[in-house]
């Protein structure tokens, strides 16, 4: 693991993650090859965390029958440590709102 040579950058950025809603699952070297992958319970529910074939990490929820397939989750990698976010805000699409407005020079 590679720490950052200014501690005070470090711990700036792990009080961000927590206050954040992320939270620390593992290590990247637990799924060193494409294909690994790592099951852990976070809060309750199995998250599971995935090397892609196009060696990406990805995090899943797993859901119980009859609710259906695992919804993926948002998955970061900070410092070679594994973080996810089960926060259901941060995983809803948001359409733009539309402001119609008539310029005063019309």
Same mark, same amino acid.
């Given at each position: 693991?590679?720490?950052?040579?200014?501690?005070?950058?470090?711990?700036?950025?792990?009080?961000?993650?927590?206050?954040?809603?992320?939270?620390?699952?593992?290590?990247?070297?637990?799924?060193?090859? @494409?294909? #690994?992958?790592?099951? *852990?319970? &976070?809060?309750?529910?199995?998250?599971?965390? $995935?090397?892609?074939?196009?060696?990406?990490?990805?995090?899943?929820?797993?859901?119980?029958?009859?609710?259906?397939?695992?919804?993926?989750?948002?998955?970061?990698? @900070?410092? #070679?440590?594994?973080? *996810?976010? &089960?926060?259901?805000?941060?995983?809803?699409? $948001?359409?733009?709102?539309?402001?119609?407005?008539?310029?005063?020079?019309?």
């Amino acid at each position: 693991m590679t720490v950052p040579p200014d501690d005070r950058v470090f711990r700036r950025e792990m009080a961000t993650a927590y206050r954040s809603g992320w939270h620390f699952i593992d290590l990247v070297t637990a799924i060193p090859h @494409r294909g #690994d992958s790592l099951t *852990v319970p &976070l809060f309750g529910e199995p998250i599971l965390v $995935v090397r892609e074939e196009d060696d990406d990490v990805r995090a899943y929820r797993c859901l119980r029958k009859p609710r259906g397939a695992p919804q993926p989750v948002r998955c970061a990698i @900070r410092y #070679d440590m594994i973080f *996810v976010n &089960l926060d259901q805000r941060d995983h809803q699409l $948001v359409e733009p709102k539309t402001i119609l407005a008539t310029p005063r020079s019309a």
